[in-house]
């Protein structure tokens, strides 16, 4: 099963609109959205990783939380764009792991099991103050792994920056037996969801 990054193809009334900021550090959200030409300035809201079960309304208020921590720091008219990517198992939410050891269990967790990824996108206009959200959910069922499996992909790549201990596009193969959805959404963001959201305030 190979999957890549969609292109994203702006519309002229797009392509007029004003500034807009990606308030994220993600080189995977950058990437997909690399045709709008956002600014790049990581938001320094700092995440509450205080476990609790998952809602819809828990990603998006994180989106929300990271573009308003870009949106009150700039001087000048834009649309900031918070997003936030959750991996959920049953209703746990898998954030990204402290260290080897518990990247390994959650891992171990998602072995063989289908879980859901999340990613919650805000949109505010700094001028205004208006946010507008939404959220995309895909599901991926992993295969069954093997200790030895995890250990190395853990050696390799060392995720420890990614919800759910992994990156979607640098699994090994035997990793993923089936995606269901939105493969940029796995990856760190929807461009369609991105899209919809700057219509908005185009309409």
Not at 21 to 28: H, M, Q, T
Not at 33 to 39: A, I, P, R, V
Not at 129 to 135: A, D, I, L, M, P
Request: proline fraction near 3%; charged fraction near 25%.
């Amino acid at each position: 099963m190979t999957a890549g990054i969609l292109k994203v193809h702006n519309s002229k009334k797009e392509q007029g609109m004003g500034k807009m900021i990606l308030a994220s550090s993600s080189p995977r959200r950058a990437e997909i959205l690399k045709d709008y030409k956002l600014e790049i300035i990581p938001s320094p809201y700092v995440e509450n990783h205080t476990k609790a079960a998952f809602s819809y309304d828990y990603a998006e208020n994180l989106a929300c939380n990271k573009a308003k921590a870009v949106a009150v720091i700039i001087n000048e008219p834009a649309l900031v764009v918070g997003a936030d990517t959750v991996v959920v198992l049953g209703d746990e939410v898998l954030e990204k792991p402290k260290d080897a050891q518990e990247a390994f269990l959650m891992l171990k967790k998602l072995s063989g099991k289908t879980h859901k990824v999340v990613t919650s996108i805000a949109v505010i206009d700094s001028k205004s103050g208006v946010c507008k959200k939404n959220s995309t959910t895909s599901y991926v069922t992993f295969e069954s792994l093997t200790d030895e499996m995890i250990k190395d992909y853990i050696k390799n790549y060392k995720p420890f920056d990614k919800a759910g201990s992994y990156g979607i596009q640098e699994l090994p193969e035997g990793f993923v037996k089936s995606i269901n959805g939105d493969f940029e959404n796995i990856v760190g963001i929807s461009s369609a969801a991105f899209k919809a959201l700057i219509c908005e305030f185009t309409a």
